[in-house]
């Protein structure tokens, strides 16, 4: 189990400039700890909101766990991220001070088999950013097709 990916939000790196990395826990329940072990879970359209002084996880979804039948959770329910105080008020202000964006990039199970979700302070990417990005990728990939061919 330790350092599988549960989900990827792989549509990040290209709608956002990623800068800094944080490794966070989630306060969750039973069933939701279910629902992931059998890998069911999506990041893609989540993000992380500031609420008083806790960070929450909104959007994430974690679908219902069949075993768990009426003390099941809430797909959508937002997810008190649990990280270090310090921590926390950097990114607050981070997201108060210069706009920045909390997005969750991977959710993942530790080395102790504990859920951990992978955050990056992000900043959007303008339209002609996205085609740049796009066009770096395409050129490396045919570089290195033309490589392999040639050499």
């Given at each position: 189990?330790?350092?599988?990916?549960?989900?990827?939000?792989?549509r990040a790196?290209?709608?956002?400039?990623?800068?800094?990395?944080?490794?966070?826990?989630?306060?969750?329940?039973?069933?939701?700890?279910?629902?992931?072990?059998?890998?069911?879970?999506?990041?893609?359209?989540?993000?992380?909101?500031?609420?008083?002084?806790?960070?929450?996880?909104?959007?994430?979804?974690?679908?219902?766990?069949?075993g768990a039948n009426r003390f099941n959770h809430e797909p959508r329910r937002p997810r008190k991220l649990l990280l270090h105080r310090r921590q926390i008020d950097r990114l607050i202000g981070a997201v108060q001070r210069e706009g920045r964006t909390i997005i969750p990039v991977r959710l993942y199970w530790n080395d102790k088999g504990i859920a951990k979700l992978?955050?990056?302070l992000a900043k959007g990417k303008?339209?002609?950013?996205?085609?740049?990005?796009?066009?770096?990728?395409d050129w490396q990939r045919d570089k290195a097709r033309l490589l392999r061919e040639r050499g």
């Amino acid at each position: 189990m330790a350092g599988k990916t549960i989900a990827e939000n792989r549509r990040a790196r290209f709608d956002y400039f990623l800068e800094d990395f944080t490794e966070a826990g989630l306060a969750l329940t039973g069933s939701e700890v279910k629902s992931l072990r059998a890998g069911k879970a999506n990041i893609a359209e989540s993000y992380a909101a500031v609420e008083g002084n806790e960070i929450v996880l909104v959007n994430a979804d974690i679908p219902p766990y069949a075993g768990a039948n009426r003390f099941n959770h809430e797909p959508r329910r937002p997810r008190k991220l649990l990280l270090h105080r310090r921590q926390i008020d950097r990114l607050i202000g981070a997201v108060q001070r210069e706009g920045r964006t909390i997005i969750p990039v991977r959710l993942y199970w530790n080395d102790k088999g504990i859920a951990k979700l992978e955050i990056a302070l992000a900043k959007g990417k303008k339209t002609h950013d996205k085609r740049q990005t796009e066009a770096e990728r395409d050129w490396q990939r045919d570089k290195a097709r033309l490589l392999r061919e040639r050499g």
